[in-house]
């Protein structure tokens, strides 16, 4: 270990860090971290060989003092901070292999990880890993509806067309998310551009990770996901082939490059007069798919309102994805809701303000519950009634059909709002994690 790494380390745990396990990076050493905040490490630290540490938090903020500086947020809209080997008074040992080069890797890092402006170029797409995604959703069986992913917390949500990883994969039984996003900012299409594994072993912490070169930023799960034809077959394919991609897709690359990695949310995903709910997790998106489609409730009990969610991950892409509603003309045709986690004083209220935040860019409402336990979502609603279902999917639905104008939150909810929001609000992301997933088998 570096005197840097040391450095930057004991900084750290002197403020109550906890330090994971660390894997060799491109540019240097990687470390998983708790910053005290919650159960799970959800901090990324980047020690770089030219001397500069960049830590990424998936949840909350990062409240470090100085001489940690603000970066520019991470491409999934986490803050970021960052410190430099001269900030601690060390002089990063030359290495005569990289020794020439060094001066041009520092300035490059140093412009990484300065808070600048929107980035406008589009981030490209990771073919390899939508490839994985591809042939490993397309070749995954429908989970049972034991599986632990689907009754955690003793609280069953339906699968909303979500697939378990294949048995030759190196990821079976876990479940599998695809990811989209939009193809343009106007457009109604979405593009396939990742994945997030959640695990069948739900004890791990986190048990949920997005897949490895996954595109994050304005990215969606759409609950319930669109027929695997709907997503993956291009137009006006031949019944023959669809066959032979039912019966052999997964095993024939010649097949497989035959497949569109996109798909039009249109009229047959959804219908006028729908309700669009945009949620963080993907188990809050089915808590409450599962309540407004009627399953479970008896007939005619459930109102005549079509309900489709959109799983954004993060508390952080809310407002990418209300920007896309809003440019796309969706928000404008449909009823949109942004069911926010309760989080309080120790997440810096993040939840709450980025629903707020992308109701006010989309002209939505917020579903908040107002309790004192941090994090509450629809998914709790329902574990709080896992003995009676029904009772569960009613309160779920309750939780929707009560949603409020942001205004209205912001004049219940003043302690989420009693500071100013920082320059760069902080993101959560505790249901994310992110690892070395892979899609490969």
């Known amino acids: 270990m570096s005197a840097f790494q040391h450095a930057v380390l004991s900084n750290l745990e002197a403020q109550g860090w906890k330090i994971g396990k660390s894997h060799q990076a491109r540019e240097g050493t990687m470390y998983r971290a708790n910053d005290g905040g919650g159960s799970t490490e959800a901090q990324a630290i980047l020690i770089k060989d030219s001397g500069i540490a960049v830590i990424t938090s998936h949840r909350g903020s990062l409240d470090l003092p100085k001489p940690w500086r ?144 996954s595109k994050m930023s304005g990215a969606i799960v759409p609950l319930p996901l669109p027929t695997r034809d709907a997503m993956f077959t291009p137009p006006g394919c031949k019944p023959a082939l669809r066959s032979a991609l039912n019966m052999e897709g997964r095993s024939n690359p010649g097949l497989l490059a035959q497949l569109a990695p996109s798909c039009d949310l249109g009229a047959s995903w959804l219908r006028p007069g729908a309700r669009i709910v945009v949620v963080e997790g993907v188990r809050t998106g089915q808590a409450i798919r599962t309540a407004t489609a009627g399953w479970g409730s008896p007939a005619g009990s459930v109102k005549d309102k079509d309900t489709v969610v959109l799983a954004a991950l993060s508390a952080n892409n809310l407002p990418a994805v209300a920007r896309w509603l809003q440019a796309s003309g969706l928000a404008a045709k449909h009823e949109i809701v942004f069911a926010a986690d309760n989080d309080l004083q120790k997440s810096d209220f993040v939840g709450i303000r980025k629903a707020v935040e992308a109701a006010q860019i989309s002209g939505g409402k917020v579903a908040l519950v107002d309790n004192h336990k941090p994090g509450f979502d629809a998914h709790d609603i329902l574990k709080e009634r896992k003995h009676d279902l029904r009772a569960g999917l009613a309160a779920v639905r309750e939780f929707i059909d009560t949603a409020r104008s942001p205004q209205q939150v912001r004049a219940d909810r003043a302690d989420a709002f009693a500071s100013p929001v920082p320059s760069q609000d902080p993101g959560r992301g505790k249901d994310i994690g992110r690892g070395d997933a892979g899609v490969s088998r």
Request: proline share 10%; net charge negative; hydrophobic share 40%.
């Open 70 to 213: 603000e970066g520019r947020e991470a491409s999934d809209g986490s803050p970021t901070r960052y410190i430099t080997a001269h900030d601690l008074g060390i002089e990063v040992a030359a290495d005569p292999r990289r020794q020439a080069a060094l001066p041009a890797r520092r300035a490059a890092d140093q412009a990484q990880v300065v808070k600048l402006g929107p980035v406008a170029a589009r981030d490209p797409l990771d073919a390899d890993c939508v490839a994985g995604v591809l042939a490993a959703w397309y070749a995954g069986p429908v989970p049972r509806d034991d599986h632990p992913q689907l009754v955690k917390g003793g609280a069953w949500v339906h699968p909303c067309g979500l697939r378990e990883f294949p048995m030759d994969h190196k990821n079976a039984g876990d479940l599998l998310a695809p990811l989209f996003r939009p193809v343009s900012p106007t457009s109604r299409s979405v593009e396939l551009c990742g994945g997030q594994q959640l695990l069948r072993n739900t004890e791990a912490a986190p048990d949920k990770y997005v897949l490895a070169g």
